[in-house]
């Protein structure tokens, strides 16, 4: 069982374009009681896989005992001297979703906010995951969480992921025609798992592990194809969240 | 033997394939063509090891699946059927089960498929795999996709039928049906069994077998993994001595079948064979827990036991409801959804559905509200029609159990009604009137009870899951039949021992105080059995009545839910003035003090209220102004300067979407107002324009467009929300049928952009000559251009300038 923490209200408003400035007490009075009954209808719940990463150019990535082929320069670049790589995917749950439907009957200002943190509370279960991971691979080093619909990593490898995962059967995660994760608060990523006991690899691994520099390199508004900054990587970075 | 129901099914069979090459992630299914031969041994290897059933190797074999294996669903479900066959030859009397797996996409809401075509998509499946000796529908995790499944396999075969589904450690499933919504559910819907597979180990589902034997009538069917998985290496668990020691302790709870799901192997199964021989030889005896004896309806995710009173909420229907009525009328789902989440947040249990009225389709209607309604509320519907056709579509895509109200005793009724409650496997509320009328003695609606319960008897509905309603009479017109109505009742509750429903309210129509006859009318009837009043939940009075008479029965143990209803109470004073409250610090600037020098306090009171957000005195205040004067001053003059005042602090970065929306539900508030308002007054609507607004096909994403629809509704556009998912012809279809000047189009991901120039190039080729507004987050400028729209709306604030703009206001 995944748990839960008390949920990031400064990320949250982050994501309702706040920026820098503090949401006002109405409204930090609002999340509190939107809190309680969010955090009833996340069940929140992950699964994941480790691959060895059989090859890896500049178009495409193929991994080992699976079927699925991650394509495109992107996810070439993130994986480029990884011996691993992990596939990951988080779901808050369908209560969630419910929960929002039900307040945008009732009560948009909730809903909006409600959205948000349940926004920041997948992100926190991703943080928690790639924590554990570090954990678990005190040797490796991870890259930043990448996503399909990120950069050139098609969106249309969603099924196969979580197909590979077994997540429909593990986590209840799904996906649409349109390749949309349902339950809607959900996320998938691959992250890259690196040796840092090789030594030579060190310096090169510097510059590769600066996410600042792939981000600026790979994301511009309109170019990203994910649904919200909700639970993405780049949310504290990304240009979408400067003039929002 | 004694006891040699138990038959034994097989194991795992996908690790099973991917130990023989399949990759993670690859078709398995394909193998049943490509590699019959390992399929083929993989059964073999379970029928020797003591399976009595094996199950196909075609747990995905669906359309949407499959659509890129390179094979048809029929091709694949009948070799995997012959597979399975070849392997049971050896062996006498093995059987072969159909696999039905979840079709690996959400039905609506939770994603975009409909009920309908899941529907589609099992018959299908069902067909290809007549050979089959029955059907097995596994691993379901949504109620409502598992009731899809039952219904083309009842349907398109006359195979048994067993349904597990899979639960995770706190008792429920992943879209979140607990046990009893299962029992209830497919109980009713006809399965032969039913039971558990997969996501857990057998010690996990002990207790949830122990559960579901007293929950159901119904032979158990189990299918655990081996154990809980290693999350690393994947490795489970339990060995096949646990398993089958584990199991075997269960075999006693009404057990029918049992195999292995994820982890399994031959030895599992061989292991648990063992445990069934010696079930099937031994004189043992385990003290079984009862069934349990009361019934209850449920949606997908609560079960409403019928163990003590019930409320049901009264609201969603039309009747002398003129609000309702034009809301029915105009589709105004908003205001449908809004009764009954007032309901269930005042205390209903269940909702009664009506929709019943000239000039709407009831089917079309009632399909649509109950889809709405069991998307957003928890608590089980009552369905509520005369007409069989309506009632058949409502139950068929109800997601959960029913209660249908109502059969009367007139023949017509009885034969066209209970098959259909039978069938879908619902209760019923039994009417207390036939051809003659409401009989005027309790003695004479006692012998309608009793028929109607007969009949539901005969065709294998059970007496308790028939409710009678006595009917209650008007006081102020016939007071002598009151007692009638209460005799009546406690002739059905101590003589034919069912439940008893009754519309409490009708009691005191045409009388003043109509409450303290609601409320004290409601305890004599609780009192003479009445277990499900039909009431409004709203009414304070009634509730208390409700909650003070569980306190006094005992029902509401320790006082709990009484004190907890009250812990807050203080009494009433009695010159208190209902409402007063103080008004908060208020917003000086200059357009509040126009508005006070043209339009007085109050209206410059309702402004700021909206600036700060605080509804329920925006409400209080606008009560007032209508009261005092023109709806449309208060609109134009106080509502809209207000929302232009946010609206400018929005734009400047000064007030965030948080805020925008406080202030917008404040407005929303007050037209909710203005709107009862005039419907009671017998005044038109007056509207600045009609707007079409949706989210494009394959997009699910509608918060946004959400959002814009509340500020438009703000300034006083009419919206027409198509929802999100929506096909372009639909969109083209809508701006034919109401000719509305602009259409607004939302998209949340890169990968609906297409949808939406699609969309906006069928509106042109249809000749339409409507405007386009687009948005959502990932759209620029530019891109809305290219796409051909005609404006681009940055955020909700935008959108509603340029429908100002579009419409000139």
Same mark, same amino acid.
């Given at each position: 069982?995944?748990?839960?923490?008390?949920?990031?209200?400064?990320?949250?408003?982050?994501?309702?374009?706040?920026?820098?400035?503090?949401?006002?007490?109405?409204?930090?009075?609002?999340?509190?009681?939107?809190?309680?009954?969010?955090?009833?209808?996340?069940?929140?719940?992950?699964?994941?896989?480790?691959?060895?990463?059989?090859?890896?150019?500049?178009?495409?990535?193929?991994?080992?005992?699976?079927?699925?082929?991650?394509?495109?320069?992107?996810?070439?670049?993130?994986?480029?001297?990884?011996?691993?790589?992990?596939?990951?995917?988080?779901?808050?749950?369908?209560?969630?979703?419910?929960?929002?439907?039900?307040?945008?009957?009732?009560?948009?200002?909730?809903?909006?906010?409600? $959205?948000?943190?349940?926004?920041?509370?997948?992100?926190?279960?991703?943080?928690?995951?790639?924590?554990?991971?570090?954990?678990?691979?005190?040797?490796?080093?991870?890259?930043?969480?990448?996503?399909?619909?990120?950069?050139?990593?098609?969106?249309?490898?969603?099924?196969?992921?979580?197909?590979?995962?077994?997540?429909?059967?593990?986590?209840?995660?799904?996906?649409?025609?349109?390749?949309?994760?349902?339950?809607?608060?959900?996320?998938?990523?691959?992250?890259?798992?690196?040796?840092?006991?090789?030594?030579?690899?060190?310096?090169?691994?510097?510059?590769?592990?600066?996410?600042?520099?792939?981000?600026?390199?790979?994301?511009?508004?309109? $170019?990203?194809?994910?649904?919200?900054?909700?639970?993405?990587?780049?949310?504290?970075?990304?240009?979408?969240?400067?003039?929002? | 033997?004694?006891?040699?129901?138990?038959?034994?099914?097989?194991?795992?069979?996908?690790?099973?394939?991917?130990?023989?090459?399949?990759?993670?992630?690859?078709?398995?299914?394909?193998?049943?063509?490509?590699?019959?031969?390992?399929?083929? &041994?993989?059964?073999?290897?379970?029928?020797?090891?003591?399976?009595?059933?094996?199950?196909?190797?075609?747990?995905?074999?669906?359309?949407?699946?499959?659509?890129?294996?390179?094979?048809?669903?029929?091709?694949? +479900?009948?070799?995997?059927?012959?597979?399975?066959?070849?392997?049971?030859?050896?062996?006498?009397?093995?059987?072969?089960?159909?696999?039905?797996?979840?079709?690996?996409?959400?039905?609506?809401?939770?994603?975009?498929?409909?009920?309908?075509?899941?529907?589609?998509?099992?018959?299908?499946?069902?067909?290809?795999?007549?050979?089959?000796?029955?059907?097995?529908?596994?691993?379901?995790?949504?109620?409502?996709?598992?009731?899809?499944?039952?219904?083309?396999?009842?349907?398109?075969?006359?195979?048994?039928?067993?349904?597990?589904?899979?639960?995770?450690?706190?008792?429920?499933?992943?879209?979140?049906? &607990?046990?009893?919504?299962?029992?209830?559910?497919?109980?009713?819907?006809?399965?032969?069994?039913?039971?558990?597979?997969?996501?857990?180990?057998?010690?996990?589902?002990?207790?949830?077998?122990?559960? /579901?034997?007293?929950?159901?009538?119904?032979?158990?069917?189990?299918?655990?993994?081996?154990?809980?998985?290693?999350?690393?290496?994947?490795?489970?668990?339990?060995?096949?001595?646990?398993?089958?020691?584990? +199991?075997?302790?269960?075999?006693?709870?009404?057990?029918?079948?049992?195999?292995?799901?994820?982890?399994?192997?031959?030895?599992?199964?061989?292991?648990?064979?063992?445990?069934?021989?010696?079930?099937?030889?031994?004189?043992?005896?385990?003290?079984?827990?009862?069934?349990?004896?009361?019934?209850?309806?449920?949606?997908?995710?609560?079960?409403?036991?019928?163990?003590?009173?019930? =409320?049901?909420?009264?609201?969603?229907?039309?009747?002398?409801?003129?609000?309702?009525?034009?809301?029915?009328?105009?589709?105004?789902?908003?205001?449908?959804?809004?009764?009954?989440?007032?309901?269930?947040?005042?205390?209903?249990?269940?909702?009664?559905?009506?929709?019943?009225?000239?000039?709407?389709?009831?089917?079309?209607?009632?399909?649509?509200?109950?889809?709405?309604?069991?998307?957003?509320?928890?608590?089980?519907?009552?369905?509520?029609?005369?007409?069989?056709?309506?009632?058949?579509?409502?139950?068929?895509?109800?997601?959960?159990?029913?209660?249908?109200?109502?059969?009367?005793?007139?023949?017509?009724?009885?034969?066209?009604?209970?098959?259909?409650?039978?069938?879908?496997?619902?209760?019923?509320?039994?009417?207390?009137?036939?051809?003659?009328?409401?009989?005027?003695?309790?003695?004479?609606?006692?012998?309608?009870?009793?028929?109607?319960?007969?009949?539901?008897?005969?065709?294998?509905?059970?007496?308790?899951?028939?409710?009678?309603?006595?009917?209650?009479?008007?006081? &102020?017109?016939?007071?002598?039949?009151?007692?009638?109505?209460?005799?009546?009742?406690?002739?059905?509750?101590?003589?034919?021992?069912?439940?008893?429903?009754?519309?409490?309210?009708?009691?005191?129509?045409?009388?003043?105080?109509?409450?303290?006859?609601?409320?004290?009318?409601?305890?004599?009837?609780?009192?003479?059995?009445?277990?499900?009043?039909?009431?409004?939940?709203?009414?304070?009075?009634?509730?208390?009545?409700?909650?003070?008479?569980?306190?006094?029965?005992?029902?509401?143990?320790?006082?709990?839910?009484?004190?907890?209803?009250?812990?807050?109470?203080?009494?009433?004073?009695?010159?208190?003035?209902?409402?007063?409250?103080?008004?908060?610090?208020?917003?000086?600037?200059?357009?509040?003090?126009?508005?006070? &020098?043209?339009?007085?306090?109050?209206?410059?009171?309702?402004?700021?209220?909206? /600036?700060?957000?605080?509804?329920?005195?925006?409400?209080?205040?606008?009560?007032? /102004?209508?009261?005092?004067?023109?709806?449309?001053?208060?609109?134009?003059?106080?509502?809209?300067?207000?929302?232009?005042?946010?609206?400018?602090?929005?734009?400047?970065?000064?007030?965030?979407?948080?805020?925008?929306?406080?202030?917008?539900?404040?407005?929303?508030?007050?037209?909710?107002?203005?709107?009862?308002?005039?419907?009671?007054?017998?005044?038109?609507?007056?509207?600045?324009?009609?707007?079409?607004?949706?989210?494009?096909?394959?997009?699910?994403?509608?918060?946004?467009?959400?959002?814009?629809?509340?500020?438009?509704?703000?300034?006083?556009?009419?919206?027409?929300?198509?929802?999100?998912?929506?096909?372009?012809?639909?969109?083209?279809?809508?701006?034919?049928?109401?000719?509305?000047?602009?259409?607004?189009?939302?998209?949340?991901?890169?990968?609906?952009?297409?949808?939406?120039?699609?969309?906006?190039?069928?509106?042109?080729?249809?000749?339409?000559?409507?405007?386009?507004?687009?948005?959502?987050?990932?759209?620029?400028?530019?891109?809305?251009?290219?796409?051909?729209?005609?404006?681009?709306?940055?955020?909700?604030?935008?959108?509603?300038?340029?429908?100002?703009? =579009?419409?000139?206001?």
């Amino acid at each position: 069982m995944v748990t839960l923490k008390p949920i990031n209200k400064k990320e949250a408003a982050l994501y309702l374009g706040y920026g820098k400035n503090e949401p006002d007490p109405v409204i930090l009075n609002l999340m509190d009681e939107c809190e309680g009954p969010l955090q009833e209808a996340c069940h929140p719940s992950f699964c994941y896989g480790i691959f060895d990463v059989q090859m890896c150019s500049e178009e495409r990535v193929v991994l080992s005992e699976c079927d699925l082929e991650l394509t495109g320069k992107d996810i070439g670049k993130l994986l480029s001297g990884c011996e691993k790589a992990v596939l990951f995917a988080a779901t808050l749950g369908s209560g969630v979703d419910t929960l929002m439907r039900k307040l945008q009957v009732g009560n948009m200002p909730k809903a909006i906010l409600t $959205d948000a943190m349940a926004g920041a509370a997948i992100e926190q279960i991703c943080n928690d995951f790639q924590e554990e991971l570090a954990v678990q691979f005190p040797n490796m080093k991870q890259t930043m969480r990448y996503s399909p619909g990120y950069g050139d990593l098609p969106l249309a490898i969603q099924g196969k992921l979580l197909e590979t995962l077994s997540a429909g059967k593990r986590i209840g995660l799904n996906v649409t025609e349109g390749n949309m994760l349902t339950p809607l608060k959900s996320v998938t990523a691959v992250i890259g798992l690196r040796d840092i006991t090789k030594e030579e690899e060190r310096s090169r691994l510097k510059d590769m592990m600066d996410s600042d520099a792939v981000i600026n390199a790979e994301l511009s508004v309109g $170019d990203c194809s994910r649904e919200a900054c909700a639970g993405c990587a780049f949310a504290a970075k990304c240009h979408k969240n400067d003039n929002r | 033997m004694k006891n040699d129901r138990i038959k034994i099914l097989d194991g795992a069979m996908g690790t099973r394939l991917q130990a023989m090459g399949l990759p993670l992630g690859g078709i398995p299914e394909v193998w049943n063509i490509t590699e019959p031969e390992k399929v083929t &041994s993989v059964h073999a290897s379970y029928l020797a090891a003591g399976s009595d059933i094996v199950y196909t190797n075609t747990f995905g074999a669906n359309s949407y699946k499959m659509r890129d294996s390179g094979y048809t669903v029929t091709e694949l +479900i009948s070799a995997g059927v012959a597979n399975a066959r070849k392997a049971c030859a050896d062996y006498p009397g093995s059987k072969v089960a159909l696999d039905v797996g979840p079709l690996g996409k959400l039905l609506s809401p939770l994603g975009d498929l409909s009920f309908e075509d899941a529907y589609e998509l099992f018959r299908e499946q069902v067909v290809a795999g007549k050979d089959a000796d029955l059907i097995v529908i596994e691993t379901m995790t949504d109620l409502y996709e598992a009731k899809a499944a039952l219904l083309a396999a009842k349907e398109n075969s006359d195979k048994p039928v067993f349904v597990t589904m899979s639960f995770e450690a706190n008792g429920r499933t992943f879209t979140g049906t &607990s046990i009893e919504c299962m029992a209830l559910t497919l109980s009713g819907l006809g399965a032969d069994a039913i039971g558990f597979n997969c996501s857990l180990g057998p010690a996990e589902l002990t207790p949830m077998v122990k559960k /579901l034997y007293e929950l159901t009538e119904l032979p158990i069917v189990l299918k655990p993994n081996a154990g809980l998985p290693d999350p690393v290496t994947n490795q489970y668990n339990v060995s096949a001595e646990e398993f089958a020691d584990c +199991i075997g302790e269960l075999l006693p709870y009404g057990l029918i079948a049992a195999g292995g799901c994820c982890g399994t192997t031959p030895e599992y199964i061989a292991a648990l064979k063992a445990k069934a021989v010696a079930f099937a030889e031994e004189e043992k005896r385990t003290d079984l827990p009862e069934k349990r004896k009361v019934t209850g309806i449920c949606s997908s995710t609560d079960a409403v036991w019928f163990s003590e009173p019930r =409320v049901i909420g009264e609201r969603i229907n039309p009747t002398g409801k003129k609000r309702f009525k034009e809301a029915l009328l105009n589709g105004d789902m908003d205001y449908i959804l809004s009764q009954a989440i007032s309901q269930v947040d005042a205390g209903a249990d269940i909702l009664d559905v009506n929709v019943g009225l000239p000039g709407v389709d009831e089917k079309e209607m009632m399909v649509r509200v109950v889809k709405e309604l069991q998307a957003i509320v928890n608590v089980p519907l009552q369905i509520d029609s005369k007409m069989p056709e309506v009632i058949e579509a409502a139950l068929r895509i109800y997601n959960g159990r029913a209660l249908v109200n109502s059969v009367d005793g007139e023949e017509k009724n009885l034969t066209s009604i209970l098959p259909i409650v039978k069938k879908y496997g619902a209760a019923v509320v039994g009417l207390t009137l036939d051809e003659g009328g409401i009989p005027t003695k309790a003695e004479g609606r006692f012998a309608i009870a009793e028929r109607i319960v007969k009949r539901a008897e005969a065709l294998g509905i059970k007496r308790n899951d028939v409710q009678i309603d006595c009917l209650t009479l008007t006081a &102020s017109a016939e007071q002598a039949a009151v007692a009638e109505t209460l005799k009546a009742l406690a002739m059905v509750h101590d003589r034919l021992h069912t439940g008893a429903v009754l519309g409490v309210s009708n009691i005191s129509f045409g009388l003043p105080n109509r409450e303290l006859v609601n409320s004290t009318f409601l305890t004599m009837a609780l009192q003479n059995g009445l277990t499900l009043p039909i009431m409004n939940p709203n009414s304070e009075a009634m509730m208390g009545a409700l909650r003070a008479y569980r306190l006094l029965m005992n029902l509401d143990q320790h006082a709990m839910a009484y004190t907890e209803a009250y812990k807050d109470f203080v009494p009433a004073k009695a010159d208190a003035k209902p409402g007063a409250t103080t008004p908060a610090g208020s917003v000086a600037d200059e357009t509040e003090a126009k508005i006070r &020098s043209e339009l007085g306090d109050k209206a410059a009171e309702l402004y700021a209220a909206v /600036l700060t957000g605080r509804a329920e005195r925006g409400e209080l205040l606008a009560d007032e /102004l209508l009261s005092e004067g023109d709806p449309m001053t208060m609109v134009n003059g106080v509502l809209i300067p207000a929302l232009d005042t946010v609206g400018a602090g929005f734009e400047k970065g000064r007030i965030f979407l948080p805020q925008l929306m406080l202030s917008a539900s404040v407005v929303q508030g007050v037209f909710g107002r203005v709107k009862e308002y005039m419907a009671k007054t017998g005044q038109e609507q007056v509207s600045k324009g009609l707007i079409i607004l949706a989210t494009v096909k394959g997009d699910i994403h509608d918060i946004g467009k959400n959002i814009v629809k509340m500020l438009l509704e703000n300034y006083g556009f009419t919206v027409r929300d198509l929802g999100r998912d929506v096909d372009p012809q639909v969109v083209v279809q809508a701006a034919k049928e109401t000719g509305a000047p602009l259409v607004g189009l939302s998209a949340l991901m890169t990968t609906t952009l297409g949808s939406m120039e699609e969309t906006i190039r069928a509106l042109k080729e249809a000749g339409l000559n409507c405007k386009t507004v687009v948005g959502g987050a990932v759209l620029t400028p530019e891109y809305a251009e290219r796409i051909g729209a005609d404006y681009y709306g940055s955020d909700a604030k935008a959108t509603v300038d340029i429908a100002r703009e =579009v419409f000139h206001c």
